[in-house]
């Protein structure tokens, strides 16, 4: 049995996506790379996949190592022998995070397991997570085979996904077969809102819910023609599962982005609705807005937004996905209107206060 080999799970999208995988092509084991302290967590998370899903059962193994080690911490050296295909989702996803540990997991760990891929005789394909935001502040429309333009970045989370990709195309030009998927934010699942983090649009959802029915909210930007790119989990993952089944999807890059976002006024009109709250705006400057959160005592207490969170409020760019678009022709994947489950994401949020924003690190 032909092995398919898994970083990132069991975070957000890998926990959906391995399932998928082995439904797709029942030939094949999964391979889990695990970090030792999550490897309990994996167990268990792959013992309710096989539970729900039995003919599943015996054909996910969890194996500890890890991806900022040279040979990713493997101790079996046949694994690459057997690898068909490597799924890389593992990654550092926090827009504070620091640089030395970004580029530790985000540029060595991606360079680790490009190198394990190349290793692999019956490789048929890398199928890599990057991100839309490898684009930075890029001013105008970002299409899905651009990526070295001169981009300056928001912070070091989008830099270091930029760095991994700049790595995997490299490897691409030289031979490898491989494919890109560039998310944009990602929010929970459209029917049912579940999620494993809040951020991005989770911050003004949960500040809405913690005031009354008359609700304040800052607002920075000009919030009629700056766009928030929102994707729900379920449509990323089906995305990803779908294209990554079919070979002409080789050497491509795929942005799983809404091709028509929602402007920031939009967006705030839909979370006002879905939280059953009347937004009142109060205009800030950006800069403003971020020094307040950073250093006047109180307001990031109180409002729990990190002043990274705001620069995707002005964001300049807009993201092209003609070539999502065509190859997901005839698929039966349609990418849901944010409009039509904030109300899911909202329901979610009032029952799981547990959830945190802390990244799997």
Known sequence: MATVFFTGFPGFLG????????ERDTGVEAVCLVQAKFAELARRRAGEITAQRPGLAGRVRIVEGD????GLGLSDAALARETAEVYHLAAVYDLSVARDLAMRVN?????HVLEFAAGCPGLRRLQYVSTCYVSGRYPGVFYEDDLEKGQRFNNHYEETKYLAEVEVRRRMREGMPASIY?????????????TQKYDGPYYVIQWLLRQPEVAVLPVVGNTQETVLNVVPRDFVVAAIAYLSAHAEAAGKTFQLADP???SIDAMLKALGRATGRRIVRVPLPHAVAKWAIDRVPGVYPL????SSALDYFVHPTRYDTRHTREALQGSGLALPRFADYAEALTSFVRAHPEVEAKAMV
């Open 107 to 111: 540029v060595q760990g991606t360079r």
């Open 15 to 22: 926990s959906e996506l391995l399932p998928r995988v082995l």
């Open 303 to 306: 409002m729990r937004i990190p």
């Open 67 to 70: 991806i900022t080690q040279p």
């Open 182 to 194: 560039r998310p944009a934010i990602v929010v929970g699942d459209s029917r049912t809102g579940a």
């Open 260 to 262: 028509e976002p929602l």
